[in-house]
């Protein structure tokens, strides 16, 4: 009944306010916005690699870290390279902490994230147990540069991948991050079917 009463509700407000499940032009917007954050990513992870500055960048996806964002500083800015590389800059006040992304914007920097216990190699420091400490917790994607080797390494679903190139990390990001859109698809035809359903069940009854 529960389910019914909301698809009434809103197939006589219309699709209007649930567009970003849907239409075109939203998921092309989203594709968009998504390309633009991937290349800010990868361009800011590369030139950081060389020059051995280290780095802490985690990728919201599904699971949201409202109380780690807590922790850090908000900045709320459209994605950039340049930004990103300012932010990890050494004397940066936020260049310790995570950086953490949402919904395609730098959210909040110099955030403090949970340290794994996991067993790891014994020249991996912090940042690397923050960045296994989070991917355990969430369905986060991290990306670390090690400021010892510069080697990029990404943290997934409590997992650590090493040694990633700059064109290996452009392809896992589109990968974990299209994903996301796949998902909205498939709640979008599963809702619509559904709304079809409880249209034809009232006519039925009628």
Not at 18 to 40: C, H, V, W, Y
Request: include cysteine; hydrophobic fraction near 35%.
């Amino acid at each position: 009944p529960e389910l019914r009463s909301m698809l009434e509700r809103v197939g006589r407000k219309g699709f209007t306010r649930f567009s970003s499940f849907g239409p075109t032009n939203d998921r092309r917007q989203r594709d968009q916005k998504t390309t633009e954050l991937i290349n800010a990513v990868v361009d800011a992870t590369t030139n950081l690699a060389i020059t051995k500055t280290g780095a802490l960048i985690v990728i919201e996806r599904e699971t949201k870290l409202g109380e780690i964002v807590k922790t850090g500083t908000v900045v709320d800015a459209a994605p950039s390279a340049s930004l990103i590389m300012n932010i990890f800059y050494p004397k940066s006040p936020l260049h310790d902490g995570a950086l953490i992304i949402r919904e395609g914007r730098l959210l909040s920097a110099g955030c403090f994230l949970p340290l794994s216990n996991s067993p790891m190699a014994s020249d991996l420091g912090t940042r690397h147990h923050a960045a296994l400490g989070v991917s355990e917790i969430s369905d986060s994607v991290v990306v670390v540069v090690s400021e010892e080797t510069g080697i990029i390494s990404i943290a997934l679903e409590g997992k650590m991948n090493r040694r990633i190139t700059p064109d290996a990390l452009t392809t896992l990001l589109r990968k974990y991050l299209n994903n996301e859109e796949i998902k909205k698809g498939n709640l979008f035809s599963i809702w619509r079917k559904k709304k079809t359903d409880a249209d034809s069940e009232k006519k039925e009854e009628a």
